[in-house]
């Protein structure tokens, strides 16, 4: 069964930094392509980061120079670190994995909260 758990968001005043984890079980993470999306409040869900190779990151322009997505050699686990976070990062952030080869298959998980407020 295959599961993104996602973990590390949370309540944060502006300025500060957070680094959300994704945890992959049931599939091999190398075989996906790996990004992260955020559904604001009352908004559509939208892409902020996306690791196709290491030297192929794509970012938002609202994050590019604030955000990072990293996925080591090793292991089955993504991240998003997070800077200077604004009140308008609030949103609700899923990880999300598409296969290499076959784009139809598709996985989410299930979101982890981030709200920036002072």
């Known amino acids: 069964q295959v599961q993104l758990v996602e973990s590390g968001g949370g309540l944060v005043q502006p300025g500060e930094s957070l680094k959300l984890s994704c945890a992959a079980s049931?599939?091999?993470?190398?075989?996906?392509?790996v990004a992260w999306y955020r559904e604001p409040p009352g908004n559509q869900r939208e892409l902020v980061a996306e690791?196709?190779?290491?030297?192929?990151?794509n970012y938002a322009d609202s994050v590019k120079g604030r955000f990072t997505i990293s996925k080591p050699l090793a292991g089955n686990t993504v991240y998003l670190e997070m800077n200077h976070l604004q009140p308008e990062d609030t949103a609700v952030y899923f990880c999300?994995?598409?296969?290499?080869?076959?784009?139809?298959?598709?996985?989410w998980g299930r979101g982890t909260q981030v709200t920036v407020s002072t």
């Open positions: 049931g599939i091999v993470l190398s075989e996906y392509i």
């Open positions: 999300n994995v598409e296969h290499r080869d076959l784009a139809a298959i598709i996985y």
């Open positions: 690791y196709i190779t290491y030297d192929e990151r």
